[in-house]
């Protein structure tokens, strides 16, 4: 694992650990997946004890490093990084392992070989990844996650379905497929989000995905601090789009159409893949864009 950098001491022994990864970039509409993943390391006390050095698997001109200054002088280059870190739940025998980074654009066989090889040293039993992708969904019904597997030991013990999408994927579908070639048995949790409302990020979405990992893994965790942020997400959202009738009128379409299919909550994410940037409207008027834009998180 030479492209691991350990910042703290290495473990020696994990509970039944569950490796929970989440990339931002192409898997992360709405950033749900990394907003999951940080809240869930906040909330659970993750401790980071190792990160992958970025030299090999980014182009600095497509996400570049970020300059700070410190005391006013000290010029600090901050790295995109992948950052790996370890919870111990205390109400269960299990121990959980988050990775959390931008999606690599480089060498991505050598990247999931790399964690692939640090789960079999940590004897890691599953693989659960995150993801948040575009759909033709309306922001009035609660979000959709999909759970998906090809591990029959999955599809089994936790009644989840097969994928059958075909079609271009992101380092979520190359890790899964890794790991369940080296016997590690993985599943996907994909949050659908409106299509139509993507320039901010979506507590929404992240809270979608943590009750549903949280189902899957059968404990429970407070997440008052997701629900009221879902809550005022919600109201800002609905006072923007009310006072548009266009906007409005094209939501009540997306809510009768969603209403009349009456679609399963697992149905395969292979379909709303298929959706993605399809169906984008012009209703939107530029006070809902610009909206959107002002409240983008740094």
Do not use: C
Not at 96 to 121: C, H, M, N, Y
Not at 225 to 237: G, K
Not at 239 to 267: G, H, M, P
Request: net charge negative; no cysteine; aromatic share 8%.
């Amino acid at each position: 694992m030479e492209d691991l950098v350990w910042l703290d001491s290495i473990p020696s022994e994990l509970r039944r650990p569950i490796l929970i990864t989440a990339f931002s970039g192409w898997n992360d509409a709405a950033e749900a997946a990394t907003l999951a993943v940080d809240f869930l390391r906040k909330k659970l006390h993750a401790r980071v004890i190792a990160e992958i050095d970025p030299e090999e698997f980014y182009d600095f001109t497509t996400i570049r490093p970020h300059v700070s200054l410190q005391d006013s002088l000290i010029r600090q280059i901050r790295w995109p990084r992948t950052s790996i870190s370890i919870a111990h739940l205390e109400y269960i025998d299990r121990d959980l392992i988050f990775v959390k980074g931008p999606e690599p654009q480089l060498k991505w066989k050598r990247f999931v070989s790399t964690l692939f090889e640090l789960a079999e040293d940590f004897e890691v039993e599953m693989i659960v990844s995150l993801g948040a992708l575009l759909a033709d969904y309306p922001h009035t019904r609660p979000v959709r996650v999909t759970a998906t597997s090809n591990s029959p030991e999955l599809l089994e013990k936790y009644g989840l379905m097969p994928s059958s999408y075909e079609g271009p994927t992101g380092i979520i579908g190359v890790l899964t497929s890794w790991f369940d070639k080296g016997g590690i048995p993985g599943t996907s949790l994909w949050a659908n989000i409106p299509h139509y409302i993507t320039q901010t990020p979506s507590p929404k979405g992240a809270r979608a995905l943590v009750e549903k990992l949280l189902e899957l893994l059968a404990f429970r965790i407070d997440t008052l601090e997701l629900d009221l942020a879902t809550a005022e997400y919600d109201r800002q959202i609905a006072s923007i789009i009310d006072n548009d009738e266009e906007a409005k009128a094209y939501v009540a379409q997306l809510e009768a159409s969603r209403d009349l299919e009456q679609i399963d909550a697992d149905t395969d994410p292979a379909v709303f893949e298929q959706q993605i940037e399809s169906g984008s409207i012009d209703s939107l008027t530029e006070e809902v864009q610009n909206f959107l834009r002002n409240h983008k998180k740094d």
